[in-house]
């Protein structure tokens, strides 16, 4: 019988909901990763690029001259010193309020995460776009993109602490949603910087997505058997 009432805590809407992201983004991210290795490269990801810059001169971004200065800022949010500072923060709070299934969450997530992102990087060993000038300084392989896939791992995962944490749904919808802006607009910023190709940053939100909710899943399931307080 605790058996059955177990089983059923999976077969809830929102994890089975889950369970389909964490499909479909692994999905997008093999398609993707199967695009990048192919012999055709780069393509439409550089047109993207030069789309993005005046033809006269390729060194100036298209938009206003405040642009390129807020871009910098927003890609700083997707940068390993600021996601530390956010996850020693939070792990601490956490730690001081005994909350251990928090803490396992944000530490899998977040750790695990930049782990995975550094052995894909070394793995597939994609230079760094060279059809326009970088606009800040980049020194890691270029594929997946670690500030896409890191800012959507740590932000996310943050974001659905406090979803849980807060008592409307309303609440849980803003906190989530804004989560997702900082990843989506952390992402946007290294294309606009010239510093990645689109589908590196496709392949960092996929993976980060997928890892997030994976990680969310494991947490979940640990809950539910009893291995795993708040």
């Known amino acids: 019988m605790e058996r059955d009432v177990r089983w059923a805590q999976f077969r809830t809407p929102l994890v089975l909901a889950v369970m389909l992201v964490v499909v479909s983004s692994g999905v997008t991210f093999l398609r993707v990763a199967d695009r ?12 993207i690029l030069q789309q993005l810059r ?8 298209r938009g206003p001259a405040w642009l390129v200065e807020a871009s910098r800022d927003i890609t700083a949010l997707g940068s390993l010193s600021v996601l530390l500072l956010l996850v020693f923060g939070i ?7 005994r909350r251990w ?10 750790a695990g995460g930049a782990i995975i ?5 070394a793995f597939f060993a994609r230079p760094r776009p060279g059809v326009v000038p970088h606009l800040t300084d980049v020194v890691s392989p270029s594929f997946p993109s670690g500030h ?12 659905a602490v406090l979803a849980e944490l807060s008592p409307r749904k309303r609440l849980k919808s803003f906190v989530l949603g804004v989560a997702l802006i900082l990843a989506v607009l952390v992402g946007l ?6 510093v990645h190709y689109p589908t590196d940053v496709l392949a960092g939100w996929s993976a980060g997505l997928a890892w997030a909710l994976t990680c969310w899943l494991m947490v979940h399931a640990l809950r539910v058997h009893g291995l795993l307080h708040d």
Not at 36 to 45: C, F, I, R, S, Y
Not at 101 to 110: G, I, N, Q, R
Not at 148 to 159: D, K, R
């Open 148 to 159: 896409a896939m890191l800012s959507t791992i740590v932000y996310l995962t943050l974001g």
């Open 101 to 110: 299934d928090v803490v396992a969450l944000v530490l899998a997530s977040a």
């Open 189 to 194: 910023s290294r294309v606009y910087l010239g």
């Open 36 to 47: 990048v290795t192919e012999a055709e490269q780069p393509g439409l990801d550089e047109r």
């Open 54 to 61: 005046r033809p006269d001169a390729p060194s100036t971004p």
């Open 91 to 97: 792990l601490g709070y956490f730690v001081l309020a």
């Open 117 to 121: 992102n550094q052995l894909m990087k």
